[in-house]
């Protein structure tokens, strides 16, 4: 929950026009750039609330590129891994992927073995 409120707080997203007829969720969801921040909505079971229509809701947020780079500001280690990179990089030292799990909020647990 502590990056979801980093999230809608630190850095302001400009919207699509039109985007201000449209709920929050579903402006978010049909941006790429913003597929980090729906995932931490749809976690924090937040949709509903952002979708009530009574409600106005000013979205702030950064695009998973700027979300990356805040992470890699905070500790160079953090930061959004791409897995194809992560992989060849396994591959080089000899390791072969034998499990890729699903993890909450778009997580993912990677196991490679020594072949």
Not at 76 to 102: C, H, S, Y
Request: aromatic share 6%; glycine share 2%; with cysteine.
């Amino acid at each position: 929950m502590r990056i979801l409120v980093t999230l809608l707080l630190i850095v302001v997203c400009i919207l699509p026009t039109g985007a201000q007829d449209s709920a929050l969720p579903e402006v978010v969801a049909a941006n790429a750039d913003l597929s980090t921040l729906f995932t931490l909505i749809s976690a924090a079971n937040l949709l509903e609330t952002l979708s009530d229509p009574a409600s106005e809701f000013t979205l702030f947020a950064p695009s998973n590129a700027a979300f990356d780079a805040s992470l890699k500001t905070r500790d160079p280690r953090m930061g959004i891994r791409d897995f194809e990179a992560v992989n060849r990089l396994a591959a080089a030292v000899g390791l072969k992927l034998v499990a890729d799990v699903a993890m909450p909020a778009n997580n993912r647990t990677l196991v490679w073995w020594r072949v």
